[in-house]
């Protein structure tokens, strides 16, 4: 085993040293006082020595040069450990007796390989001398030593400059692994406890409890036709520049764009942050529609959708092609609660499960619009108005309107739609744009008119996706 020897006084950098080349199966000797690390390795010369840049007192190179004056350390490797900053002020350093230096801060890569380097070029100088003095040249060719001291000068010389490759390289991948995160979520390599997407597999896939947000920006479609297609990717991206930021600052993260809509999920304080982001989004697409406006641009109208449950992230696809992917009923009902908000005319709908995770839903104002059924499902969902970013007009008379709304809800589920008529009827007399007062005042009338079905229980039914 090749016995290295360390003189450094920092603890920190000595530690991670010593940890480094005992890994590499070296044995490690160090001293941090470099005048008793100094006799130590006279005593009992090691195959490699690192020494530190600081000398308290004096020249490290007087040092370095002392040693190389010692028969026992003429093939012994001298490395100097040196920050970059440092380099620029050291001189020639490989004139002064070193072999190499290592740069701080710390790179295990350079360790390894400089150490190893150096190592072998001094058994290759070990031997040069016993070659010549037995005059075995049918069988081996050498050069001269001071060619051969040349040649290895050179070597070291070129060292800095590999250096300066490997950075770039590094770098480089850095900058590759930035654009991979573009497409696959860094949050989604965390929750499937990856350290790169390189260590990505088919069917990967892990299970926690998350609240998904479904945003569209409704009308898109009709808005696209007016535009070419340069102009709806710069529209549709500079919308998305003021959503995607939000969702970030809140904790979240956007898990796909599906054309003009948003799928993002929030895995801590999920519920409180996905709300919060909902309206901070709300807001924002306020302010941002003032500036489309100026620039004769159409306006933006969204709706989003939340719900709070399991889901199941992984990795689905085959071999030549995969895909992150996140599969849950609440994904599907999140996107439905969103196409909700067109029927109920709100902008904000969240899920019964959202309210009940939220720490203090007195935070916040919302209303209670009724009880759903879903495709493929017999359970019930109740749904949530959630008018916090609302305009102050709108937001005002939802607010003042809330009791008589609800009240009318109530009634409605209980059948009782003559006293459900007079409380919608209130609420539209104050505010007459409000459509889910207006589309149960006219469901009242409709059932007061025929016959109620027998199992009939107040649960909107939605069949269609």
Not at 158 to 171: G, H, I, K, M, P
Not at 209 to 215: K, R, W, Y
Not at 242 to 259: A, L, M
Not at 307 to 320: S, W
């Amino acid at each position: 085993m090749q016995r290295i020897y360390l003189i450094e006084p920092d603890k920190i950098i000595l530690a991670v040293l010593i940890k480094q080349l005992k890994a590499q199966d070296y044995e490690v000797d160090y001293q941090r006082d470099l005048s008793v690390g100094l006799k130590q390795i006279i005593q009992t010369p090691p195959d490699l020595v690192v020494l530190p840049w600081h000398e308290p007192g004096g020249s490290i190179y007087e040092l370095s040069r002392y040693l190389k004056q010692q028969n026992a350390f003429q093939h012994i490797p001298l490395l100097l450990l040196i920050s970059i900053e440092e380099l620029a002020d050291s001189g020639d350093l490989f004139k002064e007796g070193f072999e190499d230096f290592i740069c701080k801060p710390i790179r295990p890569n350079e360790i390894s390989t400089k150490i190893q380097r150096q190592l072998q070029l001094s058994k290759i100088a070990e031997k040069m001398p016993n070659l010549l003095e037995q005059r075995d040249l049918s069988n081996y060719v050498c050069a001269e030593n001071d060619k051969l001291q040349e040649m290895v000068s050179k070597l070291l010389n070129n060292s800095f400059e590999l250096e300066q490759r490997l950075d770039a390289y590094t770098q480089e991948l850095r900058d590759l692994n930035a654009v991979y995160e573009r497409f696959v979520p860094h949050e989604f390599l965390i929750f499937l406890d990856k350290k790169s997407i390189t260590e990505v597999r088919l069917g990967d896939q892990v299970q926690q409890e998350m609240t998904v947000l479904f945003l569209d920006i409704r009308d898109f479609t009709s808005m696209s036709e007016k535009m070419s297609p340069q102009e709806n990717f710069n529209f549709l991206n500079e919308c998305l520049s003021q959503i995607s930021p939000i969702i970030k600052r809140h904790h979240g993260f956007v898990d796909k764009y599906i054309g003009d809509a948003v799928m993002a999920l929030f895995p801590r304080h999920h519920a409180e942050d996905a709300l919060q982001a909902a309206i901070s989004i709300r807001k924002a697409m306020a302010r941002h529609n003032i500036s489309l406006q100026s620039r004769d641009l159409p306006q933006v109208r969204i709706g989003i959708g939340i719900h709070t449950g399991r889901l199941m992230l992984g990795i689905i696809g085959e071999r030549t092609r995969l895909q992150s992917t996140v599969i849950s009923d609440s994904v599907n009902l999140a996107a439905r609660l969103e196409s909700l908000t067109k029927h109920y005319g709100a902008n904000i709908i969240i899920s019964k499960q959202t309210l009940r995770h939220l720490h203090d839903n007195k935070h916040y104002h919302y209303r209670f619009v009724g009880n759903i059924r879903v495709k493929g499902k017999s359970k019930q969902v109740g749904v949530y108005e959630v008018f916090d970013g609302d305009n102050k007009s709108d937001f005002k008379l939802k607010l003042s309107n809330k009791r008589a709304f609800e009240m009318g809800l109530s009634y409605y589920q209980q059948a009782k739609f003559a006293e459900a008529s007079v409380q919608f009827n209130q609420v539209l007399e104050r505010h007459n744009d409000d459509k889910a007062a207006r589309l149960y005042l006219n469901r009242c009338a409709e059932l007061m008119v025929g016959n109620v079905p027998k199992d009939w229980d107040g649960v909107e039914n939605f069949l269609q996706k």
